[in-house]
């Protein structure tokens, strides 16, 4: 099952402008981590957040977390058209193993 | 190796055959899970090897599905009597012990016809 969702679906802006997806998840988690995947082959990993973290940088991504709504967003800043792929979180419960469970994705198009 | 390979990249099959796809994780990785991404879907977990045991092998489907690794390195995901529902992504990932660093592979592309 997946337990994330993200939002919107799909995206479409120009290059330059920055670009928000969101997710949800329903149960308590150890982290949440966003990945990046093109022409639905290989997942890259983007960044982890910790679920004591609030939010995290990595060069032009920035994402937040709000544990008390079971929430996050990704940001892409000054997007290029090379950012063009899906985005997807996934997320570690707190009991289990470190298994990931990912949500349905938000596919991103970015126009030159 | 320095990334996660799995093979083959593609495989197209007959309804009913039997089909097996490998993951070579990265070296030295004890931790190693399978995923199955059908299109316009995320990842889905299928089971979780921590060494040459399965750790947790709650998403498997059905019991047409099993996988192994003997010695802790190279798993082999094997599925009985395929269905055109099995047609997806299969990815595989590994990352050390207790990390949440997980590395990807390519993914195998199953199609059965």
């Known amino acids: 099952s997946q337990q994330g969702e993200e939002d919107p679906q799909a995206l479409s802006i120009q290059e330059g402008e920055n670009a928000t997806m969101n997710c949800s998840y329903k149960?308590?988690?150890?982290?949440l981590q966003w990945y990046r995947q093109n022409s639905g082959r290989g997942l890259v990993h983007l960044i982890l957040i910790r679920s004591n973290e609030r939010e995290k940088h990595s060069g032009r991504l920035r994402v937040t977390l709000d544990t008390s709504k079971k929430s996050s967003s990704l940001l892409i800043t000054a997007s290029r058209a090379a950012d063009t792929a899906s985005y997807f979180c996934?997320?570690?419960?707190?009991?289990?193993?470190?298994?990931?469970?990912f949500g349905k994705g938000t596919m991103l198009l970015v126009s030159p | 190796g320095a990334g996660v390979s799995q093979t083959p990249s593609n495989k197209v099959t007959e309804k009913g055959k039997y089909v097996e796809l490998r993951c070579d994780p990265i070296s030295g990785h004890t931790a190693l899970y399978w995923y199955r991404q059908s299109l316009g879907q995320g990842p889905e977990f299928l089971i979780y090897f921590q060494g040459t045991g399965a750790a947790d092998d709650s998403g498997l489907p059905n019991d047409r599905f099993f996988a192994v690794r003997p010695e802790g390195s190279v798993s082999t995901l094997k599925i009985q009597r395929t269905e055109r529902g099995d047609s997806a992504v299969y990815l595989c990932?590994?990352?050390?012990?207790?990390?949440?660093?997980?590395?990807f592979g390519s993914g195998t592309r199953l199609t059965v016809v």
């Open positions: 996934a997320t570690v419960h707190t009991t289990g193993y470190s298994t990931l469970t």
């Open positions: 990932a590994s990352s050390p012990t207790g990390s949440n660093g997980y590395t």
């Open positions: 149960t308590s988690i150890n982290n």
